[in-house]
């Protein structure tokens, strides 16, 4: 069965850490892009994070730059986020995504919700308390 599995959210104060895990079973992990999103409450999903499983190539929303991380195992078909320095307004629930996005086209389109047509992770809550 083809998979993405996401866990490692949770509660934390303001300024603290947490690192999400997208784990991925039933895909051949060649040329993916595997994206966070996160969407909260009366807000549209928005993009986050990704990495390309092929050539590692990582990209960022300007919201978290600096703060969050972007990591790959691939012998584990599994990525990561780091996130450090969390504030309130990264409260909502994150979801993992996998699509396989030509390369020329990920730059552009990583964060389109949309481009991702098949593979979700079910969400898990951050809760950044302030």
């Known amino acids: 069965e083809v998979q993405l599995q996401a866990s490692g959210g949770g509660m934390v104060q303001a300024g603290g850490s947490l690192r999400l895990s997208c784990a991925a079973s039933?895909?051949?992990?060649?040329?993916?892009?595997i994206a966070w999103f996160r969407q909260a409450p009366g807000k549209e999903r928005e993009g986050v994070a990704c990495?390309?499983?092929?050539?590692?190539?990582?990209y960022y929303a300007d919201s978290v730059k600096g703060r969050f991380t972007m990591s790959s195992d691939n012998a584990k078909k599994t990525v990561y986020l780091q996130m450090n320095s969390l504030k309130s307004e990264d409260t909502a629930v994150y979801y993992c995504?996998?699509?396989?996005?030509?390369?020329?086209?990920?730059?552009?389109?990583?964060?389109?919700?949309?481009?991702?047509?098949?593979?979700w992770g079910q969400g898990t809550l951050v809760t950044v308390s302030s």
């Open positions: 995504a996998a699509e396989r996005i030509p390369s020329i086209f990920v730059q552009s389109t990583w964060n389109n919700p949309h481009v991702y047509t098949n593979l």
């Open positions: 039933g895909i051949t992990w060649d040329q993916y892009t």
């Open positions: 990495v390309t499983t092929t050539g590692g190539t990582k």
